[in-house]
C-alpha cells in the first residue's frame, strides 16, 4: 500500500484532500462518523473530477459538471434530471482501498490489496507518542523529480552522499553507527534502554518492504535543526521527553519518515508517470 497522507490533515468531518497515482484521481475523506474514507475522485456519471482542490471541506460530494451528489460514504444522494426507475444505489463512488496507522494514511488501488497487518500494527506503537493524527500541519512543499518513483525512492535509501551533499541534516544527524545490528552498537544501545524506561518503542523491526527504528541523534542534539536545540517548544502527541532521538521509517515503494520529539518529516512519492515522480 502506499503512503497517502496524515490524519491531522482532515481533522473534522467533510474535511478532504486529493491525490493522483499516475493518472487515476483520489480523493481521501473523513466521514461523518470520523472514519477515514478513500474513492477514486471520478463521478459516475460522465467521469468528471469531483473535487477539484487539492484540499477543502465539504458537506456532500457535489460534481462540478452535472451536479450528482454523494455523501461521505460515496452513496449517491442525488440526480437531477434521471428517470424514476434510476438505481442510485448502483452508482455509488468506487472504493479504494484504505488503511491507517499511528495517524499516517496508506491507499491502494489494486481489487487485492498486499497485505497491512504486519507493517500496520507493528508501526503503530512507534508513532502513537508522536501524536501524528492530531499535529498541526506546518509546512508542505511538492517537487517533481524527471525521473522514476522507484529510482527516486532508492536515491533516497542510500545515504553515502549524506555527508558531501546534505550539510544541515549532518549537524544532527546520526550516520556512523552499527547500521545492520544496532543493537550491537554502545550508544544505540544505551539510547533504546533509557527510551524503554520512558515507553518509547525503539528496537529495528523490518519487513520485506520496511524498516522502522528509533536512533539518537549526534550527541547533545534533541532536534534535526541547525544547533541541535527543539525548534518547537511544545512536544508532539504524549512524548515523555526532548531527548528521544528520532523514529525512522521507510515503506517501498512511496514513503520515507522522520519523528522527533517536537516534530515530524513524512516524504510522500507519487508515480506520475514512469518518468515523473511527485516528490
Ligand atoms: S459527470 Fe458528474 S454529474 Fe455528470
Ligand atoms: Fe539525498
Redesign the pocket.
Known amino acids: 500500500m502506499d503512503f497517502a497522507g496524515v490524519e491531522c490533515e482532515i481533522p473534522d468531518p467533510g474535511d478532504y484532500f486529493t491525490l493522483a497515482i499516475g493518472p487515476t484521481p483520489i480523493l481521501v475523506l473523513r466521514d461523518q462518523t470520523g472514519a477515514i474514507q478513500a474513492f477514486f475522485n471520478t463521478c459516475r456519471h460522465r467521469g468528471s473530477k469531483i473535487c477539484l482542490a487539492e484540499k477543502g471541506a465539504v458537506r456532500r460530494l457535489v460534481c462540478p459538471y452535472h451536479q450528482w451528489t454523494y455523501d461521505l460514504t460515496g452513496q449517491l444522494v442525488h440526480t437531477g434530471r434521471m428517470h424514476e426507475e434510476f438505481e442510485r444505489t448502483a452508482y455509488a463512488l468506487r472504493r479504494v482501498n484504505v488503511r491507517t496507522t499511528g495517524g499516517t494514511i496508506y491507499i491502494c488501488l489494486a481489487g487485492e490489496p498486499p497485505d497491512f497487518d504486519v507493517y500496520g500494527p507493528l508501526i503503530e506503537p512507534y508513532l502513537v507518542p508522536h501524536g501524528l493524527g492530531n499535529a498541526k500541519l506546518a509546512h508542505e512543499t511538492h517537487v517533481v523529480v524527471k525521473g522514476n518513483w522507484k529510482l527516486v525512492m532508492e536515491?533516497?535509501r542510500e545515504?553515502f552522499?549524506?555527508p558531501a551533499?546534505?550539510h544541515e541534516l549532518m549537524q544532527t544527524f546520526l550516520h556512523d553507527y552499527n547500521f545492520e545490528e544496532p543493537g550491537n552498537d554502545q550508544v544505540v544501545h544505551s539510547f533504546w534502554e533509557k527510551c524503554s524506561s520512558l515507553g518509547l518503542v525503539s528496537e529495528n523491526r523490518e519487513g520485506d518492504d520496511f524498516r522502522i527504528i528509533r536512533l539518537p541523534l549526534r550527541k547533545g542534539a534533541v532536534s534535526s535543526t541547525m544547533d541541535g536545540k527543539s525548534a518547537v517548544s511544545r512536544r508532539l502527541g504524549t512524548m515523555p521527553t526532548n531527548d528521544a532521538g528520532s523514529v525512522r521509517w521507510v515503506h517501498f515503494p512511496s514513503t520515507f519518515n522522520h519523528a522527533f520529539a517536537d516534530y515530524a518529516v513524512l516524504v510522500r512519492m507519487l508515480p506520475l508517470g514512469p518518468q515523473e515522480t511527485l516528490f
Open positions: 536515491n533516497s545515504c552522499h549524506c551533499r546534505h
